[in-house]
């Protein structure tokens, strides 16, 4: 038996460019944000990267706390909806926050700046964004067919966005001038990009409603976890841990990125 569509072809397409809006961030952040904060405002690479560490630390806690807020929602646009579409109004803030450290400031003020804006950025709005943005793709259809389509579209439009802001941003900087106030002026061009996009991935679908997402489950009231118990259910399953693997692989991955620009300037004696 086929099962029953949900969504036409623009659904799709409009859900799949949020991750233009994510990567807006992501790319521009992982990319660029070390050789902004080294060269432009003379903070220590050292230092900035222990900072965020730090701040990895926090985003693990926020990831569950914003998950379980998601859990917990009800509203008229949905669950989810309503943490993607605000989330990225933070999201757009904190980004140019990032990238608007005042020259001015003693060196503590800057670090502390740059702490909190990054933090706010990445371990409370990119994250609620973020969270909602995928757990749209289970609440706005039950087709498994769509739902592999839209994780397509979605990465179709993070590469290429990705691609982009690397291959645009180093010239773009020096277009604007090139100095501290440059990344910013880029900053706040990307973040009205992203802000607009995210707008339209959202309004572009719609979630099911809740009685229909539960139609045809079996309920279990009876098995129910603490969050110690479903941490140690988490460790002893072998595909969770291969996630994770993975996920630490794809950190290192987005860290080796932020040197790149380094080695292209001082080794290959061309940063673009």
């Known amino acids: 038996m086929e099962e029953k569509k949900y969504l036409k072809w623009y659904n799709k397409i409009g859900y799949g460019s949020g991750d233009i809006a994510g990567n807006v961030v992501y790319a521009f952040l992982t990319s660029f944000m070390m050789v902004y904060l080294t060269d432009s405002v003379g903070l220590a690479a050292g230092v900035v990267g ?118 645009i941003t ?5 277009k604007c001038g090139g100095d501290a106030a440059a990344w910013r002026t880029v900053a706040i061009i990307y973040a009205i990009i992203g802000l607009v996009v995210n707008t339209i991935s959202a309004l572009s679908v719609k979630e099911l409603p809740e009685e229909e997402l539960n139609e045809g489950e079996v309920k279990n009231d009876n098995e129910k976890y603490g969050m110690v118990q479903a941490f140690k259910l988490l460790v002893k399953n072998k595909y969770y841990m291969m996630i994770c693997g993975t996920y630490i692989l794809q950190q290192l991955y987005g860290a080796m990125i932020g040197a790149g620009i380094y080695y292209m300037t001082w080794v290959l004696k061309n940063k673009n």
């Open 50 to 167: 222990t900072l965020i560490a730090v701040s990895k630390l926090f985003d693990g806690f926020t990831d569950i706390f914003f998950g379980s807020m998601i859990d917990k929602t009800h509203s008229k646009m949905g669950k989810a909806k309503p943490w993607m579409l605000y989330g990225y109004i933070g999201c757009a803030i904190t980004l140019v926050g990032c990238f608007a450290v005042p020259v001015s400031l003693g060196t503590t003020a800057k670090y502390a700046w740059f702490f909190i804006s990054y933090t706010l950025l990445n371990g409370v709005f990119y994250t609620a964004n973020n969270i909602a943005y995928s757990a749209l793709t289970s609440l706005i259809t039950k087709n498994s067919k769509e739902r592999v389509q839209m994780g397509s579209y979605r990465f179709i439009f993070a590469f290429s966005t990705s691609l982009l802001i690397q291959a």
């Open 170 to 174: 180093v010239g773009f900087v020096d």
